[in-house]
């Protein structure tokens, strides 16, 4: 069964046991839908990563998302930091893990149709130590996802640009540090259409989405603000395929879509119930 999220008449990224870190195939007949045929692309997809290391995968068709997943892979490990961000620049979002306490990056490339290839294991962040929280997406514009940082210790916001093969730390960009602060949870997605991702800030129940530009971090307002109570992840993905990132909310089974209409969000989000629970992930999977 599948439940249309978001185009109202209106409007007409657990702790748990590491698995190894075998890549499972998929089976073709997993990405097909209900009625036996594969689903077509539309907006971003969703991927739920959970506490046995196991990606979910909700394959977006006609800005619908399934109850069900169409595919799920068994991949890295479940206590790591994990994000579904463009690597190698292809249009395609891969599947990024950074483990706690090291500046390593492990990256498991998307081939086409939700297939990852092997891990494949980066040191970049040589001198980022273990600042946390990090953030991916593209901060500077330029079709690659990057890393962002909190620096705790003097309120900085650092983006370690991706030049393909590596984070480069001499060329970050530091943000004035004016009182983000990194408390709270973050996320990123494209809500103004420019290109760049913005940063979504989830702290108790107050969301904040904060633009970025060329790699800097505007803290003078915020693009978007909203309340949602018992709300355990915020991200943007963009479900209408229109360029601008919709802000979802995650209370860890209901998946809630306020669509972005340019200048504000909708009062009302659309929902649906995923009967699942884990960390959800937006991204180009196909």
Same mark, same amino acid.
């Given at each position: 069964?599948?439940?249309?999220?978001?185009?109202?008449?209106? @409007?007409? =990224?657990?702790?748990?046991?590491?698995?190894? #870190?075998?890549?499972?195939?998929?089976? #073709?007949?997993? @990405?097909?839908?209900?009625? *036996?045929?594969?689903?077509?692309?539309?907006?971003?997809?969703?991927?739920?990563?959970?506490?046995?290391?196991?990606?979910?995968?909700?394959?977006?068709? *006609?800005?619908?998302?399934?109850?069900?997943?169409?595919? =799920?892979?068994?991949?890295?490990? $479940?206590? #790591?930091?994990?994000?579904?961000?463009? %690597?190698?620049?292809?249009?395609?979002?891969?599947?990024?893990?950074?483990?706690?306490?090291?500046?390593?990056?492990?990256?498991?490339?998307?081939?086409?149709?939700?297939? %990852?290839?092997?891990?494949?294991?980066?040191?970049?962040?040589?001198?980022?130590?273990?600042?946390?929280?990090?953030?991916?997406?593209?901060?500077?514009?330029?079709?690659?996802? #990057?890393?962002?940082?909190?620096?705790?210790?003097?309120?900085?916001?650092?983006?370690?640009?991706?030049?393909?093969?590596?984070?480069?730390?001499?060329?970050?960009?530091? $943000?004035?540090g004016t009182g983000l602060g990194g408390s709270g949870d973050w996320a990123s997605g494209d809500f103004d259409g420019d290109g760049t991702d913005d940063l979504v800030q989830l702290a108790g129940?107050?969301?904040?989405?904060?633009?970025?530009?060329?790699?800097?971090?505007?803290?003078?307002?915020?693009?978007?603000?909203? @309340?949602?109570?018992?709300?355990?992840?915020?991200f943007g993905l963009d479900i209408d395929d229109d360029g601008d990132a919709d802000l979802c909310t995650w209370g860890g089974s209901t998946l809630s879509v306020f669509l972005n209409e340019g200048?504000?969000?909708?009062?009302?989000?659309?929902?649906?119930?995923?009967? @699942? $629970?884990?960390?959800?992930?937006?991204?180009?999977?196909?």
């Amino acid at each position: 069964m599948h439940l249309l999220i978001a185009l109202l008449a209106c @409007t007409g =990224e657990g702790d748990g046991p590491a698995k190894d #870190d075998s890549v499972v195939a998929p089976d #073709d007949s997993q @990405t097909q839908d209900d009625t *036996g045929e594969v689903p077509t692309a539309a907006g971003q997809d969703l991927g739920l990563f959970t506490a046995s290391a196991n990606l979910k995968v909700y394959l977006n068709s *006609g800005q619908t998302l399934p109850e069900s997943p169409n595919q =799920e892979i068994t991949i890295g490990k $479940s206590q #790591d930091w994990t994000a579904l961000a463009d %690597f190698d620049g292809d249009g395609l979002d891969d599947f990024w893990q950074m483990p706690s306490g090291s500046n390593k990056v492990r990256i498991w490339m998307n081939e086409g149709s939700v297939t %990852f290839s092997e891990e494949h294991q980066f040191d970049p962040l040589s001198g980022a130590g273990t600042r946390r929280p990090a953030v991916a997406g593209d901060f500077n514009g330029d079709g690659a996802d #990057d890393i962002l940082l909190f620096n705790t210790s003097n309120d900085k916001v650092i983006v370690y640009p991706n030049v393909i093969g590596q984070f480069d730390v001499e060329d970050g960009k530091i $943000s004035a540090g004016t009182g983000l602060g990194g408390s709270g949870d973050w996320a990123s997605g494209d809500f103004d259409g420019d290109g760049t991702d913005d940063l979504v800030q989830l702290a108790g129940s107050d969301i904040r989405v904060w633009r970025v530009s060329e790699g800097l971090v505007d803290e003078t307002a915020p693009l978007f603000a909203t @309340t949602t109570p018992g709300a355990v992840q915020a991200f943007g993905l963009d479900i209408d395929d229109d360029g601008d990132a919709d802000l979802c909310t995650w209370g860890g089974s209901t998946l809630s879509v306020f669509l972005n209409e340019g200048d504000a969000l909708t009062a009302e989000a659309s929902e649906v119930f995923l009967n @699942t $629970s884990g960390f959800l992930l937006a991204g180009d999977l196909r």
